[in-house]
């Protein structure tokens, strides 16, 4: 029965240490030493940082994403949304001036007035558009998205990352743990034959323990490229023989949970650079009020209404950037389309040399592995020490 009972404990073994590395997402117990919190959501604030690092430094290059979009498309897209906006603040602004000119003015010159705003609003979209792609390294925090979206309250994103990316990895972590259990079983029964002491059942779980979960984890991650055992047959980490699949997963998991249109707008919007962005879009709404009417203006001057002027300009201005911001998610579905982030984080992770590809995945075990590795024996001693009591 010992290498029966020892794969046992080499599988119980490994699929606990996974389980602690991965579990509970939230520290339980007396903090701070007496209980656990799972390694990854422990250290997730420094695995984002990782990542981010990945992402930002070999994987994406915003400025070149942000160059994908198309101000004339942009502008197609979101220019209805700001519609029935348009109407209002002309309206506004007529009144402002006088409030009986809007009324005295004919239906047709209305129209006539709407729509040379609304062709003077699509060149501001596509200026606006044209600014955020040359400025936007200092306008879009890209680090600040990726940390936030993957530490604090979303440390569950983190071991959902990992686990979803290192699913066949840590499938092999489990299985394997019987199969190297039962090899090493079977030694064991060669040495109780001769040796039979039950006090060394703890000291072999801690040895059963111990290989089964090392000799795992460098099983996945060496030899990095292909090696020739034996003379007979070639073997690569099973995570570094994957390289392109984990690479497409990893683009698309990042793609549709952090780095998504939706985060990406609200980055802008609500982040750090929101006021800077505001502003960018109320001088260009001021530029265009005063390019519409350029007639009117020794009219205004020679009435003395010029300073009103002045005034509803501003108000308009900011009133039409309020807007613009409000319906910016109208561009989410084409920032899905234009910005392709999963495609060219994809390629580029496909195009990793080995080891900084292996870093990816292995940054979830680097620091800890030992500690995962000592898991795997302290766990082995437990079940050692329970044959020798209630077994042997």
Known sequence: MIPFTYGFVGWVTNWLALKMTFYPIQFIGIPPYLGWQGIIPRKAHKMASKSVDVITERLLNIKEVFLK???????VVFLPALD???????????????????????????????????????????????????????????????????SGNNVGLVVE???????????????SGFYFGFLLGLVQMVFMIFFPMAWTLPIQGVIVGYLTNYL????????????????????????????????????????????TPKNILSELIFGKASKEIIEIIRKEVSSHVDTVTFLAKPALYATGKINEFDSAKERIAVAMADNAIENAFHLESYL???????????DRMSALPPKEFESILRSAFQEDEMLLILVGAALGALVGWFQMVFII
Request: zero cysteines; glycine letters at 4%; aromatic letters at 10%.
């Open 69 to 75: 979009v198309d101000p004339k498309k942009a502008e």
């Open 161 to 175: 990352l990992f686990q979803e990316v290192g699913a066949p990895e840590f499938r092999f972590i489990e299985r």
């Open 84 to 150: 029935s906006s348009i109407r209002y603040t002309i309206k506004e602004f007529s009144d402002s001036l006088d409030p009986k000119l809007w009324e005295i003015i004919p239906d047709i010159v209305k129209e006539e007035i709407y729509h040379k705003v609304r062709r003077e609003s699509g060149i501001t979209i596509r200026k606006v558009i044209k600014k955020l792609q040359a400025d936007i390294d200092s306008l879009f925090d890209v680090k600040a998205l990726v940390l936030k979206k993957l």
């Open 216 to 259: 795992a984890l460098e099983m996945i991650f060496r030899p990095l490229l292909p090696k020739k055992f034996l003379g007979l047959w070639t073997y690569q980490g099973l995570f570094l023989k994957r390289q392109n699949e984990v690479s497409r997963l990893y683009a698309k998991l990042v793609s549709q949970k952090i780095l």
């Open 336 to 346: 899905g389309e234009s910005l392709q982030i999963e495609t060219m984080m994809g």
